[in-house]
């Protein structure tokens, strides 16, 4: 029979994790015929008693297995540890929360059998999200989209369904800093969306506040694009283009007529704007270049502590 392994990664989910499993197992038995489930909890240095239910649960069941890490590396380390540690034909990759229904898993299976290579899910509304989160969400698939070659779907939730050889492929792009939603979009393949209707957290609460979520769309900005380069150096040009026409305009003045000193005041703005441009120039470069530092680092994404 063939094996579908399933990855969730876990921060501070001692309330979620029974509860996914129950509704999980339900799925596993409709579909026992076709398909034998492989769970794989990745703990992501949660501060509560993730860890010990995980340790419960695998001693539990035989196909429920946990990788724990010395501290919190964020979702995408453990994404990617849990990725690593899968060998079955189809892999899933799905939150702990509930959020990501379990019982999608058989339309989804259904899919993959037609012959696409991923099945995604994406979120059909917004519905219960604070309205500034949705706009800046809305913003950001938008902006993504027109700078970044690689598309990015709107609302698409890392809850996917995916042959053996796309994760392969997603496992072959050994970059350090990892920007999930973009390497899953950039690896291509056959992707069939499934649309399903925004649901809440079955208990705990998000790990993502505003800032971080701002500070996730940046990184997705600057692993995924480098138009923000390209703004600073197009600026950058036409700005010194029309200094040097202004310039000439200038020498040409006081020739012709002299020139009686005045508009220092425009003088001033002037050379606050154009410094102020080179500084956002070079915060920009700044960026890009802390993430080649990091890169050349080649420090493991993760570190296990434990397994089970
Ligand atoms: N998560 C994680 N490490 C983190 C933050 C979150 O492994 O540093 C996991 C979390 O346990 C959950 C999933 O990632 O299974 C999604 O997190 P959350 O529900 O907080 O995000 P949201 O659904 O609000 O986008
Ligand atoms: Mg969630």
């Given at each position: 029979?063939?094996?579908?392994?399933i990855?969730?990664?876990?921060?501070?989910?001692?309330?979620?994790?029974?509860?996914?499993?129950?509704a999980?197992?339900?799925?596993?038995?409709?579909?026992?015929?076709?398909?034998?489930?492989?769970?794989?909890?990745?703990?992501?240095?949660s501060?509560?008693?993730?860890?010990?239910?995980?340790?419960?649960?695998?001693?539990?069941?035989?196909?429920?297995h946990?990788?724990?890490?010395?501290?919190n590396?964020?979702?995408?380390?453990?994404?990617?540890?849990?990725?690593?540690?899968?060998?079955?034909?189809?892999?899933?990759?799905?939150?702990?929360?509930?959020q990501?229904?379990?019982?999608?898993?058989?339309e989804?299976?259904?899919?993959?059998?037609?012959?696409?290579?991923?099945v995604?899910?994406?979120?059909?509304?917004?519905?219960?999200?604070?309205?500034?989160?949705?706009?800046?969400?809305?913003?950001?698939?938008?902006?993504?989209?027109?700078?970044?070659?690689?598309?990015?779907?709107?609302?698409?939730?890392?809850?996917?369904?995916?042959?053996?050889?796309v994760?392969?492929?997603?496992l072959?792009?050994?970059?350090?800093?990892?920007?999930?939603?973009?390497l899953f979009?950039?690896?291509?393949?056959?992707?069939?969306?499934?649309?399903?209707?925004?649901?809440?957290?079955?208990?705990?609460?998000?790990?993502?506040?505003?800032w971080?979520?701002?500070?996730?769309?940046?990184?997705?900005?600057?692993?995924?694009?480098?138009?923000?380069?390209?703004?600073?150096t197009?600026?950058?040009?036409?700005?010194?283009?029309?200094?040097?026409?202004?310039?000439?305009?200038?020498?040409c003045?006081?020739?012709?007529?002299?020139?009686?000193?005045?508009?220092?005041?425009?003088?001033?703005?002037?050379?606050?704007?154009?410094?102020?441009?080179?500084?956002?120039?070079?915060?920009?470069?700044?960026?890009?270049?802390?993430?080649?530092?990091?890169?050349?680092?080649?420090?493991?994404?993760?570190?296990?502590?434990?397994?089970?």
């Amino acid at each position: 029979m063939k094996k579908l392994s399933i990855v969730i990664p876990c921060y501070n989910e001692e309330k979620t994790i029974i509860p996914f499993l129950n509704a999980c197992k339900k799925v596993e038995e409709r579909m026992s015929d076709e398909l034998s489930f492989d769970y794989i909890f990745v703990n992501d240095g949660s501060k509560d008693g993730t860890l010990e239910i995980l340790r419960e649960i695998s001693s539990k069941f035989k196909n429920t297995h946990y990788l724990s890490f010395s501290r919190n590396f964020g979702k995408e380390a453990a994404l990617l540890a849990g990725l690593e540690a899968t060998d079955g034909e189809f892999i899933t990759v799905m939150d702990a929360d509930l959020q990501d229904p379990p019982e999608l898993l058989q339309e989804m299976y259904n899919k993959i059998k037609e012959g696409y290579d991923v099945v995604g899910t994406r979120r059909a509304d917004r519905k219960g999200e604070p309205i500034i989160r949705s706009f800046f969400a809305k913003t950001f698939y938008w902006l993504i989209n027109k700078i970044s070659s690689t598309e990015m779907v709107d609302g698409a939730r890392d809850f996917r369904l995916m042959t053996r050889q796309v994760v392969d492929s997603i496992l072959e792009l050994n970059e350090v800093n990892r920007f999930s939603k973009g390497l899953f979009a950039w690896v291509g393949y056959n992707v069939y969306y499934i649309s399903y209707e925004n649901r809440d957290r079955v208990a705990g609460e998000t790990s993502w506040s505003f800032w971080s979520l701002l500070r996730y769309s940046m990184d997705g900005f600057i692993n995924f694009s480098e138009a923000p380069l390209n703004i600073a150096t197009w600026t950058g040009s036409v700005s010194f283009i029309v200094s040097i026409f202004s310039i000439l305009f200038i020498v040409c003045r006081k020739l012709l007529f002299g020139d009686p000193v005045t508009g220092w005041a425009s003088l001033v703005s002037i050379i606050l704007f154009i410094g102020g441009l080179q500084l956002l120039a070079l915060g920009i470069i700044g960026k890009y270049i802390a993430k080649i530092f990091l890169e050349t680092k080649k420090r493991p994404v993760y570190i296990i502590k434990e397994k089970g």
